[in-house]
């Protein structure tokens, strides 16, 4: 299922199946790597668009910065760290994003997606 074409994020590929997730749009992290792939994906899909506009790798962490239009017009712009252990395998990732009224239409979005899969206390 590997895939780095159309939009995939290519971490996906090495989360630790304990890896976590923290994001501006929930309000704890998301342990798993199955829970975390269905998070990504989700939020995927409220996206028109997603430009990145950097990624460079930094020791062991990839910065990747891209700009976001969601399917309801709002614009976003995001960072994302991925943390690598020295085997390549990826333990956690963080994706901070801006500005808030953009955030809450995501947030809104992704609780109406997943609230069935993931716990209730995760979502904003």
């Given at each position: 299922?590997?895939n780095?074409?159309?939009?995939?994020?290519?971490?996906?590929?090495?989360?630790?199946?304990?890896?976590?997730?923290?994001?501006?749009?929930?309000?704890?992290?998301?342990?798993?790597?199955?829970?975390?792939?269905?998070a990504?994906?989700?939020?995927?899909?409220?996206?028109?668009?997603?430009?990145?506009?950097?990624?460079?790798?930094?020791?062991?962490?990839?910065?990747?910065?891209?700009?976001?239009?969601?399917?309801?017009?709002?614009?976003?712009?995001?960072?994302?760290?991925?943390?690598?252990?020295?085997?390549?395998?990826?333990?956690?990732?963080?994706?901070?994003?801006s500005?808030?009224?953009?955030?809450?239409?995501?947030?809104?979005?992704?609780?109406?997606?997943?609230?069935?899969?993931?716990?209730?206390?995760?979502?904003?």
């Amino acid at each position: 299922m590997s895939n780095d074409q159309g939009g995939r994020h290519p971490f996906l590929d090495d989360l630790t199946v304990d890896a976590e997730l923290i994001s501006s749009v929930l309000r704890g992290p998301v342990i798993g790597r199955d829970q975390i792939r269905r998070a990504v994906d989700a939020v995927g899909t409220f996206y028109a668009s997603q430009t990145p506009t950097f990624l460079q790798t930094v020791g062991s962490r990839l910065f990747l910065e891209y700009e976001a239009v969601l399917a309801n017009g709002e614009r976003l712009n995001a960072v994302v760290v991925v943390d690598h252990n020295p085997d390549g395998s990826v333990p956690r990732v963080s994706v901070r994003m801006s500005p808030l009224g953009s955030v809450l239409s995501l947030a809104a979005s992704l609780r109406g997606a997943l609230s069935q899969q993931l716990p209730e206390s995760l979502f904003l």
